[in-house]
């Protein structure tokens, strides 16, 4: 069960298991800070190992922050877009057609419908990033299945259902219990081998529930160099809407 504690002026999410060992992680892409502790230890305890780590906290939640620190997106010409870790020129175009989005060679083409007057230019922004999250989307939506089909049988597991939101703090999760897996929207615009790496990541829950030894052997069996896939994933800047 899943609970938070305040050390100073920071909060922490505070997760009981079945372990031996206290473990902390700072995540990405926002800098959530999660400790894992066994069910028995104490509060203070916790608070006290907590304590300890926060300039290794910090230092740590200020390296992800000014590695995803990037600017807002405007959604105007020439602005830089990303999909599956290469940029793109985006280039808006108006026309009386539906919305849609194309990828070009070195650019992607949003046709949004003209703008009848400048009242509903504060609207705008928001159509172009409703549009463009939409077809970030459906990127994710065509490339996750065959990932779920060739690791399917490598893995011995099968995943019933699988779902693509925009996530704060994780890359994606999965539920146990219904055999489910949800991936960020993000994802889309990282390289491919890190939707992989996700993916194996979040199907390896299915065989072992916890982060312990026995899912980093499982992972190391599957995807040797996940670490690396790991690395890549954290350090690239995601496109930054607000």
Not at 28 to 40: F, H, K, N, R, Y
Not at 73 to 78: L, M, V
Not at 108 to 117: A, S
Not at 157 to 176: A, D, H, I, L, Y
């Amino acid at each position: 069960m899943k609970k938070s504690i305040k050390v100073g002026d920071i909060a922490i999410a505070l997760e009981r298991k079945k372990i031996k060992n206290m473990y902390l992680k700072v995540r990405p892409p926002e800098g959530e800070i999660l400790i894992c502790a066994p069910e028995t230890m104490t509060l203070e305890t916790i608070r006290m190992f907590a304590l300890k780590k926060l300039p290794w906290i910090k230092k740590q939640q200020k390296a992800i922050q000014s590695r995803t620190r990037e600017a807002p997106r405007h959604y105007i010409d020439e602005e830089t877009h990303y999909l599956w870790g290469e940029g793109y020129l985006l280039k808006i175009m108006e026309s009386n057609n539906a919305p849609r989005v194309t990828l070009g060679h070195k650019t992607i083409l949003l046709q949004i419908p003209p703008e009848c007057d400048r009242e509903v230019a504060q609207r705008d922004r928001l159509t172009k990033q409703v549009i463009m999250a939409q077809w970030y989307r459906e990127q994710l939506k065509q490339a996750i299945p065959p990932l779920i089909e060739k690791w399917q049988p490598i893995m011995g597991v099968k995943v019933n259902r699988f779902f693509v939101q925009q996530m704060k703090t994780k890359w994606g999760s999965c539920n146990v219990t219904h055999g489910n897996i949800r991936l960020n929207t993000e994802l889309a615009k990282r390289p491919k081998i890190c939707l992989e790496y996700v993916v194996v990541h979040e199907m390896t829950h299915l065989l072992e529930a916890n982060h312990g030894k026995k899912f980093v052997a499982l992972i190391d069996t599957f995807l040797p160099p996940w670490r690396e896939y790991q690395e890549m994933l954290n350090s690239l800047p995601p496109n930054r809407d607000n």
